[in-house]
């Protein structure tokens, strides 16, 4: 469960926000608000455009509570009405690429390899499409590689030269430590769709920390 939900029922707590409860909407802003600008930023490129979706995204939540009907939890509702606001200010700001509904079908319908071809044997070799180049082994001690500054950047410079929905997905998956239906809910996208740009960003990812791993100095 998550913030408020914890001291008291999601109907309670919907009841004192209706009736106007200023405790309740600030129970509310201390659980959600830095998530929300967090959601915020993965659409719009300063924290002072993020800062006004949040703004319009707890008066849209305000004004539309007697409308919520439950079907998601409370924080997704409001996390999905974040996403909606920062895509439109994305068009705004005219982003080139928008993560829109249209842009993120035909993300996912590209034939974009997990892997580069050359990992794999070609048609004249003996062993068509089988390795050719086996994933590289992290080191024998990895921890202290992989929780290094340097590498977290290697992570997070990945992450960000990612295509619009696959640097999303993976943020929500892998940073902020979003389940796959919470993901496809706030993002209104499908399961497989979600699935398909998850495996396709962390393919990225390994291939950047392999590369960064086997050229770095001992």
Known sequence: MHGPETLSSETALLAALRSGDEDAFSA??????????????MFVRSRAVADEVVQEAWLGALRGLDRFEGRSSLRTWLLRIVANIARTHAVREARSVPFSSVEL??????????????????????????WASFPVPWPAEPDSALLSAETRKVIADTIAGLPDGQRIVISLRDVEGWDSAEVCSVL???ETNQRVLLHRARSKVRAALER???TEPA
């Not at 509310?28 to 930023?41: E, I, P």
């Open 188 to 190: 209104e996208l499908s």
């Open 212 to 214: 960064y791993l086997i």
């Open 28 to 41: 509310l802003v201390d659980a959600y608000g830095a998530a929300m600008h967090r959601v915020a930023l």
């Open 105 to 130: 079908a035909r993300e996912v319908a590209e034939r974009e390899p997990a892997l580069p071809a050359d990992r794999f044997q070609g048609p004249d070799e003996p062993h068509p499409a089988r």
